[in-house]
C-alpha cells in the first residue's frame, strides 16, 4: 500500500525559506518520477514540481520557478522541496506524490501545512 509523509510545514514571513521533506513506501520509489502538489481551501490540488526517477530533470510551475528546488535521495525514499523567497500566495497544504495526472492519484498523505504571512 502507498505511503506518503509529508513534514517541515510552517508558518514563515513573506520572503522567507523553508524546507519540506516527504518518505514514501509501497512502491519502488527509485523507479518514479515524483512530484509535490499543494491545495488551499476551495480550489482544486495544483501541480508545484516535479523530478524523474534519478533526480536529474526537474521541472516547476510558473508561479514558483526560480523560488523552489525539488530533489531527491532514492536511498531513503524521500523527496525534498526547497523554497525560497516564500509570497502570501504560496500558503497551502503540500503534498508530495508520484509525478502523475492528479485524478490518477488515489493515495495521499496528510500534508503539510505552509503558511507565509506578509
Known amino acids: 500500500q502507498v505511503q506518503l509523509v509529508e513534514s517541515g510545514g510552517a508558518l514563515v514571513q513573506s520572503g522567507g525559506s523553508l524546507s519540506l521533506s516527504c518518505i514514501a513506501s509501497?512502491?519502488?520509489?527509485?523507479?518514479?518520477?515524483m512530484a509535490w502538489y499543494r491545495q488551499t481551501p476551495g480550489n482544486d490540488r495544483e501541480w508545484v514540481a516535479s523530478i524523474n526517477d534519478v533526480g536529474m530533470s526537474t521541472a516547476y510551475a510558473n508561479p514558483v520557478k526560480g523560488r523552489f528546488t525539488i530533489s531527491r535521495d532514492n536511498a531513503k525514499n524521500m523527496v525534498y522541496l526547497q523554497m525560497a523567497n516564500l509570497r502570501p500566495e504560496d500558503t497551502a497544504v503540500y503534498y508530495c506524490?508520484?509525478?502523475?495526472?492528479?485524478?490518477?492519484?488515489?493515495?495521499w498523505g496528510q500534508g503539510t501545512q505552509v503558511t507565509v504571512s506578509s
Open positions: 506524490n508520484k509525478d502523475l495526472a492528479i485524478a490518477q492519484l488515489h493515495y
Open positions: 509501497g512502491f519502488t520509489f527509485s523507479t518514479r518520477a
